[in-house]
């Protein structure tokens, strides 16, 4: 009896060993609670980049125009895709960073003035890096994040409206459905969903691509304790971590790792293994996105297609070592802990850098218009640029200005 015994263990040790994705689920969800405890440093990660995504996507828009301006009520029409609070008006945001937009006016059909937005030279020059940056330096590897997060889904496909929440995230350039996806006619397809809407889809499963970061940190599985892999962890300091919450993360950590990348049909939602796969999936999501974070409310709309139970995003509160929840800026944003050392990005990706030119561009525009700098000039004709001097702040600019200010001290 015992030696039949030995023998089952010894052949379940050997199926986990050589397939580290078959797991034995023995724990049910432990239910522990963390408190929120306020990071400061990762909070200003989060504030330099206040109204960031907005800068960059309107930069976009009329940076690849022909004729590098575009008119007021044209900038309207993509609000969605700004993130801008809903009482704040898309001229009244542009108008802020003079030394990134410059205003002119052009008559309409009926002759009245409209006002009309170019870049000026100096962003001009930095659009143009962030456009060598994406079509050539580092075409592939952006590429690559998207066919990543289209290989995270259980049917390889997702919506375009998905795709286009964490479009800035994953560094896709603004348009990439005609300038990246209709290039690669052999890796991806437009596709008409039951709803109606447009989803893509991946053509071709790359093995080589569906290694997750925590499994490239650890080549070789099969001698990491057969296939246990351990998340980086760290706490903002006085955190204070109870002996029992201690205690059961130590034994979490111990769990075998399932890769995002493979089915886990298998696993029952109500146990510590699948909540390690849940955590695993968003590690490795927020390590295809560029600044190693993203809104949650922007992740909220996943359930389904990376096939998770339901209130997933619990995981972010029950693992305050690996995502910080920022609460700037009027929304939640998850910032990957390990990612950063000092608010500081351990791996920077070029876009990182072409990025924070905008953020100092942003800064500089603000604090420079607060002093007055900005002159008012007689309305111009047909194409001529009309500076803007603002005589007096409005309430909610100030506070912007503030909170740059502060991130800087």
């Not at 969800?29 to 995504?53: P, Y």
């Not at 769990?255 to 029952?268: F, G, I």
């Not at 002159?375 to 909610?396: N, P």
Request: net charge positive; hydrophobic share 35%; aromatic share 10%.
């Amino acid at each position: 009896m015992f030696h039949r015994r030995q023998s089952y263990n010894d052949a379940v040790s050997l199926a986990i060993y050589f397939r580290p994705f078959i797991q034995i689920q023995k724990r049910n969800l432990v239910n522990v609670k963390f408190k929120w405890v306020k990071d400061t440093l990762l909070d200003s990660v989060v504030s330099s980049s206040v109204h960031l995504k907005a800068t960059c996507t309107l930069v976009s828009l009329i940076g690849s125009n022909p004729e590098s301006a575009l008119p007021v009520y044209y900038l309207t029409r993509y609000r969605g895709q700004l993130g801008l609070p809903p009482d704040l008006k898309v001229s009244t945001f542009v108008r802020r960073y003079p030394n990134i937009f410059r205003e002119f006016y052009r008559p309409d059909s009926s002759g009245t003035p409209v006002p009309w937005y170019k870049l000026t030279p100096e962003v001009l020059e930095v659009y143009h890096q962030e456009m060598r940056c994406v079509y050539d330096d580092c075409n592939v590897d952006i590429l690559n994040r998207l066919q990543k997060l289209l290989m995270l889904t259980k049917e390889r496909l997702l919506p375009l409206h998905t795709i286009d929440q964490l479009r800035w995230d994953l560094g896709l350039p603004y348009g990439y459905e005609n300038e990246l996806v209709t290039k690669h006619p052999g890796l991806f397809s437009f596709t008409k969903l039951p709803d109606d809407r447009v989803g893509l889809k991946l053509l071709v499963w790359d093995d080589c691509l569906a290694v997750s970061h925590l499994e490239s940190k650890k080549s070789n599985l099969a001698e990491t304790n057969h296939g246990e892999l351990a998340f980086p962890i760290g706490f903002t300091r006085g955190f204070g971590l109870k002996r029992k919450c201690m205690e059961w993360l130590n034994e979490w950590q111990k769990l075998a790792y399932t890769s995002p990348y493979v089915d886990t049909s298998h696993l029952d939602p109500r146990t510590d293994v699948s909540e390690k796969r849940i955590v695993g999936v968003f590690h490795e999501l927020l390590h295809l996105t560029i600044l190693r974070k993203v809104e949650r409310k922007n992740v909220s709309n996943l359930r389904g297609p990376l096939a998770m139970p339901q209130k997933f995003t619990k995981v972010f509160e029950r693992h305050p070592g690996i995502f910080y929840i920022s609460k700037r800026g009027g929304t939640q944003t998850i910032v990957l802990r390990e990612a950063y050392d000092r608010g500081n990005l351990n791996e920077k990706h070029p876009l990182a850098d072409i990025r924070g030119k905008y953020v100092g561009m942003m800064k500089k525009g603000l604090l420079d218009r607060s002093r007055g700098l900005y002159k008012k000039e007689s309305k111009g004709s047909e194409g001529e640029v009309v500076k803007i001097h603002f005589e007096s702040e409005t309430e909610s600019d100030c506070d912007l200005v503030a909170g740059y200010e502060s991130d800087e001290t």
